[in-house]
């Protein structure tokens, strides 16, 4: 069974910044592509960044780039999102999701129905 629980949510100022990471079990980790998304109250749930399986590619939504950074860790079964330079806007719940498909990378990585596992997400809060 397949588990990815986020962690390092929390309150942050202006400008401030804020590490998640999502640990998974019950898959083999490096074979799976890894995407971020955020859901604010009221909204669509929407993406924010991905890996592919290798981590030698990723992607961002715009509104995030240069300020938001995915990375992976194989070896500790983990992908963290840096996030610095905190906006109003940022403030939401983040989740960590699982491609369904192994050995992948590309555009498709943007899509909610490319993730077949999702964790229990994790709320940023900017003051």
């Known amino acids: 069974q397949v588990q990815l629980v986020e962690s390092g949510g929390g309150l942050v100022q202006a400008g401030g910044s804020l590490r998640l990471s999502c640990a998974a079990s019950g898959r083999t980790f490096s074979t799976y592509a890894m995407g971020w998304f955020r859901q604010a109250p009221g909204k669509e749930r929407e993406f924010v960044a991905a890996i592919s399986w290798s981590g030698g590619s990723t992607d961002y939504a715009d509104s995030v780039k240069g300020r938001f950074t995915i990375s992976r860790d194989n070896a500790k079964n983990t992908v963290y999102l840096q996030m610095n330079n905190l906006k109003f806007e940022d403030t939401a719940v983040y989740y960590c999701?699982?491609?369904?498909?192994?050995?992948?990378?590309?555009?498709?990585?943007?899509?909610?129905?490319?993730?077949?596992?999702w964790g229990q997400g994790t709320q940023v809060t900017r003051r």
């Open positions: 999701a699982q491609d369904r498909r192994a050995y992948s990378s590309g555009s498709l990585l943007t899509f909610r129905s490319t993730y077949v596992y």
